[in-house]
């Protein structure tokens, strides 16, 4: 017995295959180029604000960018809701 696929549902899971490389190959640009930003040196300024805690102990040391993630989310979430908005 043979299945029949249904032209309308193949061409939905297409469309969403397609999506889904092209997010894909979105985000592998977008990490490419901020390695190359960071390789650079141009963000040597992150990871040093006023704000990122550097904790020094005898045998310890702890480091919490606080400020740093803060700057992070806060555009991660702008980026997001550019996103949403327009796809």
């Not at 740093?68 to 327009?86: E, H, K």
């Amino acid at each position: 017995m043979t299945s029949r696929v249904n032209p309308r549902n193949a061409l939905l899971q297409g469309r969403m295959n397609g999506s889904i490389s092209n997010w894909v190959i979105g985000i592998g640009i977008a990490l490419i180029v901020i390695g190359f930003v960071a390789k650079t040196g141009a963000l040597n300024w992150f990871g040093h604000l006023p704000g990122d805690m550097n904790i020094k102990r005898d045998g310890f040391q702890l480091y919490f960018p606080l400020t740093s993630m803060i700057i992070i989310s806060v555009a991660l979430s702008g980026l997001l809701a550019l996103i949403r908005r327009f796809f």
